[in-house]
């Protein structure tokens, strides 16, 4: 999308954009979000992909907490085949960190329930479609630096 001058600056959740980048492999495009911010310079990011994670890739969860307790070394994120990815998760964080303010974003749109960018609830880390209360990585980052995020 091209930059509007008068418009903020709005990090998207790549797959909400469509962009398959999920860890199946998919998208999940929201149609709504991309009119709503048609007219607003969009800057799509996945912390998975910036953190070093492929796609397709095998789904992980918050363990021990939330995304906060992640950035301070007191939870994890894992895989399902129980592999520690907190690294690529908290390093992908930091690459959207980064590209807030480069481009002076204020506000993100990312995805519900995801390990990076839950914003509310993130799934209890047991693989079981449970949720908890808690922020992704990504949100509880943001947010620490004064960036509104929401979810969609």
Known sequence: ???????EVVLVSA??????????????AD?????????????????????GLLTPRLPAELQGS?????????????????AD??????AGAHAVLALAQQHGATRAVLKQNSPSCGCG????????????????VTTALLRRHGIKVESR
Do not use: K, W
Request: overall charge negative; hydrophobic content about 40%; some cysteine.
């Open 85 to 90: 990815v907190s690294a690529a998760y908290v």
């Open 15 to 28: 797959c909400l954009l469509g962009q398959p980048v999920r860890y199946n492999g998919g998208g999940c």
């Open 31 to 51: 149609p709504a979000l991309v009119l709503a911010l048609a007219e607003t310079e969009v800057i799509p990011v996945c912390p998975e992909h910036l953190g």
């Open 1 to 7: 999308m091209e930059q509007n001058t008068n418009e």
């Open 66 to 82: 939330d995304g906060a307790a992640v950035l301070n070394g007191c939870a994890r994120v894992c895989d399902l085949s129980g």
């Open 121 to 136: 609830q993130v799934y209890d880390g047991g693989f079981h479609n449970r949720m908890v209360a808690g922020d992704g």
